[in-house]
Antibody
Framework: EVQLLESGGGLVQPGGSLRLSCAAS????????MSWVRQAPGKGLEWVSA????????PYADSVKIRFTISRDNSKNTLYLQMNSLRVEDTAVYYC????????????WGQGTLVTVSS | EIVLTQSPGTLSLSPGERATLSCRAS???????LAWYQQKPGQAPRVLIY???SRATGIPDRFSGSGSGTDFTLTISRLEPEDFAVYYC??????????FGQGTKLEIK
């Protein structure tokens, strides 16, 4: 069974930093692209960033470009999101999501971790 | 950037009725790149339909997807109590890589 477990969320002041982690199990992590998707309170879904299976390709949404960095450690089956220069509008539940092989949709999601940016 | 517009914003129906949800793209989208998700309160989304019309594993056959080009539809043939949720369409593109519609809330009438 695929399991994705996010951690690292919390309360941070504007301008601060936070690193999210997503521990994966139940599948061969190193062979799948992964993404981070966020959802502001009461709002819809917004794709944040993706990373290819080998980590060589890392596209970002314009809203987080330069401020956020996605990475992965295939030896630890873990996905990361380093978030710097956080803004109030980055407040959201952050989900890690597994891409379904070569087909571009997300077949598994974590339960999410809440990031609150507030002074 | 391709924008996905879902309608209606809220759909009020009774169990047993048929639900038709629309997703319109600002530019043509490959059918292979269109998916639908269901999200219940406090839960992560789960995929229902991918490739515009293929049901994901474990999804009941009362859920079906159709469409091409700029117009896509999710149909729930006979609503069950557990189907009342928010539904999102999603497309895969170039920049941004993935975009979601704003969602349709399906509520009990």
């Amino acid at each position: 069974e695929v399991q994705l477990l996010e951690s690292g969320g919390g309360l941070v002041q504007p301008g601060g930093s936070l690193r999210l982690s997503c521990a994966a199990s139940g599948f061969t992590f190193s062979t799948y692209a992964m993404s981070w998707v966020r959802q502001a309170p009461g709002k819809g879904l917004e794709w944040v960033s993706a990373i290819s299976a080998n980590g060589g390709t890392t596209p970002y949404a314009d809203s987080v470009k330069i401020r956020f960095t996605i990475s992965r450690d295939n030896s630890k089956n873990t996905l990361y999101l380093q978030m710097n220069s956080l803004r109030v509008e980055d407040t959201a539940v952050y989900y890690c999501a597994k891409k379904a092989g070569t087909t571009p949709y997300f077949d598994s999601w974590g339960q999410g971790t809440l990031v609150t940016v507030s002074s | 950037e391709i924008v996905l517009t879902q309608s209606p914003g809220t759909l009020s129906l009774s169990p047993g009725e048929r639900a038709t949800l629309s997703c319109r793209a600002s530019q043509s989208v490959s059918s292979s790149y269109l998916a639908w998700y269901q999200q219940k309160p406090g839960q992560a989304p789960r995929v229902l339909i991918y490739g515009a019309s293929s049901r994901a594993t474990g999804i009941p056959d009362r859920f079906s997807g159709s469409g091409s080009g700029t117009d896509f539809t999710l149909t729930i043939s006979r609503l069950e109590p557990e189907d009342f949720a928010v539904y999102y369409c999603q497309q895969y593109g170039s920049s941004p890589l993935y975009t979601f519609g704003q969602g349709t809330k399906l509520e009990i009438k």
